[in-house]
C-alpha cells in the first residue's frame, strides 16, 4: 500500500479528522487568539489556510502531495475553523448541519451502493 492509500484508509477509518485535538478544550486558546488578532484577522487566516489544503489536496489529486504536509494543512483547516465557531457562536447550529449532511451522505452511500464512482 502506498502513501495515498494509506491516506485514503485513514480518511475511511477516522483517523484524519483530528479527534484527539478536538476533544482538548481549546477554546481559551481560541480566545485568545481572537481577542490579540480579531475576527476578521482569524477570518482571514481560515480563509488561507482552506487554500493552502486545497493546494494540497491538488497535488494529491495529480499524483503528487504529502500525506504529511496534507495532515498538516488539515489541522490548520480544524484549529482556524474551530476559531470561526468560536467567533460567530454557532457550535450547536454547525452540529445541527453536521448532523443533517452526514444522515444525507449516508442516505446517497446507500443509494449508490454497489454502484462504481457514482
Not at 450547536?92 to 448532523?99: G, L, P, Y
Request: glycine share 6%; net charge negative; with cysteine.
Amino acid at each position: 500500500m502506498n502513501q495515498y492509500d494509506m491516506l485514503e484508509t485513514a480518511f475511511r477509518n477516522g483517523f484524519a479528522f483530528g479527534r484527539a485535538s478536538r476533544t482538548k478544550d481549546n477554546q481559551p486558546t481560541y480566545a485568545a487568539a481572537l481577542e490579540k488578532f480579531g475576527g476578521k484577522m482569524q477570518a482571514t487566516v481560515c480563509v488561507e489556510e482552506l487554500s493552502e489544503l486545497q493546494k494540497e489536496l491538488c497535488k494529491y489529486i495529480r499524483g503528487g502531495g504529502d500525506p504529511d504536509h496534507i495532515a498538516e494543512e488539515i489541522a490548520d483547516v480544524l484549529i482556524t475553523v474551530d476559531q470561526m465557531v468560536q467567533l460567530f457562536d454557532c457550535a450547536e447550529a454547525v452540529a445541527h448541519w453536521s448532523d443533517a449532511k452526514i444522515a444525507r451522505l449516508a442516505q446517497r452511500c446507500a443509494e449508490t451502493e454497489g454502484k462504481e464512482n457514482v
